[in-house]
């Protein structure tokens, strides 16, 4: 064979097996940016304009709560200081009481009377007869009853926590699924909520209320046609079975204090949700690109000739600047009297020309959603306050500060400004704005993780605080508190001593100076500087904690803010993913963590 041959024999040799490792350089470059837009593109290509969420779904309908069963004849009801027999939806019921004994709520007048007052429309006859005044009834017995059972169930062998950890599973694997389209889902909740007491947020009118038990003809069933219907339980019947694949619940039905509908969802982490998820995130996006403009436009209908235009201009300021829901219209003394910015009435607010340094301050307080006081002080633009005065103007108290507005017009309003645009959009967009821009004002590069989930949390706070995200202190907060003081003390005079043991280790090195203390210095050099790592991280638990004792940080997370934001951050600057959302969150967030890049920008 010629030199020619063997040359142009070993050029393609050397081509053949580069060809292998080109493919799979290719397929490399092409696969991560597929992965981390795939969800993106795969929803965008599926998607239809009839409505259709899925083709098939097959399910086994709800699980419903075990039945009542009657306490242990040794566990007695007191009234007026003797025993009495109760009947069996009568007792369940005072279990339902006596098992919120020790919290607050119990002592809340308002709790206690819707309590009563349900509870006795519950009894017999002669239970109704006997039993005319709470203060007369001792739910004591019972109540250390259920103390004592759950004690006794932290306290159960592993064994035992075992066989019921199996049972939870075989509940799980029986109800928690189902086929959506051919594909295996989780359920979210499949469990119909147990029977008890309403509680409510804030001083809710309705607390204390009884929340009856779910029964099978109270649930509203829905699959396809061609799927298995759930059997619902034997001697039951179901409402109703639809087949309405345009909707993505699978069971629902109307709980029974506010007459508002309960839903069996997907899991947050199947593929619907988090489609749901990315297009309502994606849609605060693109408010983004026009905010400017209807900015703009609300601030020229401050001077509109007509008060329909100014009131909603002034409206739309609220709803942009404190992230304010709109307000819906509700039947009187159905619900508490909660407003929204379209309901607000003369009553809400104070003017003040002048307050604290600042001028033009609009002073809101009324109760907003779920009973939550909303108190706020916050100065507007001078044409803003103007208009308010206007709009006050020979007007009582419980007269509407927006008469000429209503959550319907504002909201045919914002649909031509922007497609798909809702006063909740406007809330997402300033939540998540907010966040982002915090999250750059506020991280240190050279900060610990500790140091960082601390900013992170502040800029959390800063987004909880506009949207009146409130929650009241825990009752175990003073004890948490002190603990962890004890912890941060306890730390500091290990400090102490390692910092004292490490001056005697550098003063007998003066004096050695081998091996031997030359390494001696080094360990505690070392023991010292994880000492401090440790103080600085109790440290800023214990500012973290206070901090945000009043605030609830999970609402926005969950609803508001663009889990985007977080994950690019996190990714940036070195943080563990997990430190910001747990397992739950990480797989309802599943589609923002594949996709997104430290450089996303909301």
């Not at 019921?93 to 607050?104: C, G, N, P, S, V």
């Not at 992230?323 to 910015?341: F, I, M, Q, W």
């Not at 914002?414 to 959009?425: I, P, R």
Request: charged fraction near 35%; proline fraction near 4%; charge should be positive.
């Amino acid at each position: 064979m010629t030199p020619f041959l063997v040359f142009v024999l070993c050029f393609f040799l050397f081509f053949a097996c580069l060809l292998p490792v080109v493919k799979f350089c290719y397929s490399f470059f092409l696969l991560v940016p597929f992965s981390r837009r795939r969800w993106g593109v795969l929803w965008e290509e599926e998607k239809t304009n009839d409505g259709v969420k899925w083709k098939q779904l097959e399910h086994k309908g709800p699980y419903f709560v075990p039945l009542y069963e009657p306490l242990p004849d040794d566990v007695q009801f007191y009234y007026d200081g003797k025993p009495l027999k109760l009947s069996l939806a009568t007792e369940e019921i005072a279990t339902f009481y006596a098992k919120m004994l020790d919290h607050e709520y119990t002592t809340k007048e308002i709790f206690q009377n819707n309590f009563f007052n349900d509870w006795r429309k519950e009894m017999t006859p002669q239970e109704q007869e006997i039993i005319k005044q709470l203060d007369k009834c001792d739910f004591k017995e019972i109540h250390k009853y259920f103390v004592d059972k759950n004690e006794a169930r932290k306290a159960l062998s592993k064994e035992e926590k075992q066989k019921l950890k199996e049972e939870a599973d075989r509940i799980q694997e029986e109800y928690g699924y189902c086929i959506l389209d051919g594909h295996r889902e989780k359920i979210g909740n499949f469990k119909t909520e147990p029977p008890g007491l309403f509680r409510g947020r804030g001083d809710h009118p309705k607390m204390g209320m009884l929340k009856k038990r779910i029964m099978p003809e109270d649930v509203i069933i829905n699959c396809s046609k061609d799927s298995k219907i759930p059997e619902p339980p034997v001697g039951h019947k179901w409402k109703e079975v639809r087949f309405d694949n345009t909707v993505t619940w699978l069971a629902s039905w109307t709980e029974n204090i506010q007459n508002s509908l309960k839903y069996i969802m997907l899991n947050p982490s199947s593929k619907l949700k988090g489609e749901k998820d990315w297009q309502k995130f994606e849609v605060a996006r693109r408010l983004k690109d026009v905010v400017h403009r209807i900015r703009a436009q609300y601030q020229a209908d401050w001077k509109s000739k007509e008060m329909k235009k100014r009131q909603r201009a002034v409206a739309l300021y609220f709803i942009d600047k404190l992230a304010l829901r709109a307000g819906n219209e509700k039947e009187e003394g159905e619900t508490a009297d909660t407003v929204g910015c379209c309901s607000l009435r003369v009553e809400h607010i104070k003017l003040h020309s002048k307050l604290d340094g600042q001028e033009h301050v609009v002073e809101f307080d009324f109760l907003g959603k779920d009973s939550i006081r909303y108190y706020n002080k916050v100065s507007v633009e001078k044409p803003v306050f103007k208009n308010l005065q206007l709009f006050m103007k020979n007007k009582d108290p419980g007269d509407d500060l927006f008469d000429r507005l209503s959550t319907v017009i504002l909201n045919k309003h914002l649909q031509k400004l922007m497609n798909g645009l809702t006063a909740k959009v406007f809330r997402t967009y300033n939540a998540s704005i907010t966040l982002q821009e915090q999250l750059k004002a506020l991280t240190n590069p050279e900060d610990s993780v500790a140091g960082k989930l601390l900013s992170y949390n502040r800029a959390n706070r800063a987004v909880a605080i506009l949207c009146n995200h409130q929650r009241s202190t825990p009752k175990t907060f003073e004890k948490s508190m002190q603990n962890l003081q004890t912890k941060i003390d306890a730390k500091k005079e290990k400090l102490e001593k390692a910092q004292q043991e490490l001056e005697e280790a550098e003063d007998e090195l003066k004096y050695k100076k081998d091996a031997k203390a030359e390494a001696n210095v080094q360990k505690k050099k070392k023991l010292l500087e994880r000492l401090k790592e440790q103080l600085a991280k109790l440290n800023v638990q214990a500012t973290d904690k206070e901090e945000n004792k009043q605030i609830a940080l999970g609402t926005s997370k969950l609803n508001y803010l663009d889990p985007r934001i977080s994950i690019a951050w996190c990714k940036k600057f070195g943080v563990p993913i997990e430190k910001i959302f747990n397992k739950t969150q990480r797989e309802k967030f599943a589609w923002a963590i594949d996709m997104t890049d430290e450089d996303f920008e909301f």
